[in-house]
């Protein structure tokens, strides 16, 4: 009997809660040790309910350094995200720049009739298939030639895209004319440029149909 009273008394032992002047809680089952001060002031407890407030109420370290790391991380994320949306958009001008060099280039070999120098922008697999006698022949047997001065090009709109930076297209509206009389017509044309062996190249192809 005396050691189930004794295990009551223990369960039944009372906590008091109470708060000092920097609003800190402090739990306690010794009433004396509560400062006088405080006395009046205290609350009393059950332990079921003591372990949960302790919990909930228990002062937390905010670790400053912790939260500077975390903002130095999320800082460096940033910059490394900026850096490199500034780099594909740097990467996008650059090849577009390129791209409308060489359109202007193979516009300008096209008008002038110089053929062989214009197949020599034509793809690899235009070389393969087509010799340069023959491209060079075609072009000349043309019945239309691009028109002169600024009928020739306008418009020129170069699209690209960082997921595939070996491509590239570039549309124009394109002045034609009869080699013998007749009227300038524009037709829009758009052609696709791969990179090949470091220079941007056309379909040949597409330029002898073009040119009809």
Known sequence: MLCILFSFSIGWAETY????????????????????RFRNLAEIKNDKTDDSEKEVNK?????SKGQSKGKAKE????????????????????????VADTFT???????EGRF??????GTLSNKTNM??????SR?????????SSWETIRDIDIKSDIKHPTSAYASAKIGYKPKVGGDTIFRTETYRFVLENGIWRIDLSKILKAAK
């Open 116 to 121: 062989e120098a214009l197949y020599e922008y």
């Open 59 to 63: 002062p937390h370290k905010i670790d």
């Open 17 to 36: 809660k109470w708060v000092d002047e920097n609003g800190t809680i402090h739990f306690t089952q010794d009433f004396n040790s509560i400062p006088e």
């Open 131 to 136: 010799a340069k006698e023959t491209f060079v």
């Open 75 to 98: 800082q460096v994320k940033e910059q490394r995200a900026r850096s490199k949306e500034e780099k594909q958009s740097m990467n996008l001008r650059k090849i577009e720049s390129e």
């Open 139 to 147: 072009m000349g047997n043309q019945t239309w030639r691009l028109a």
């Open 105 to 111: 280039t193979i516009i300008s070999l096209w008008k």
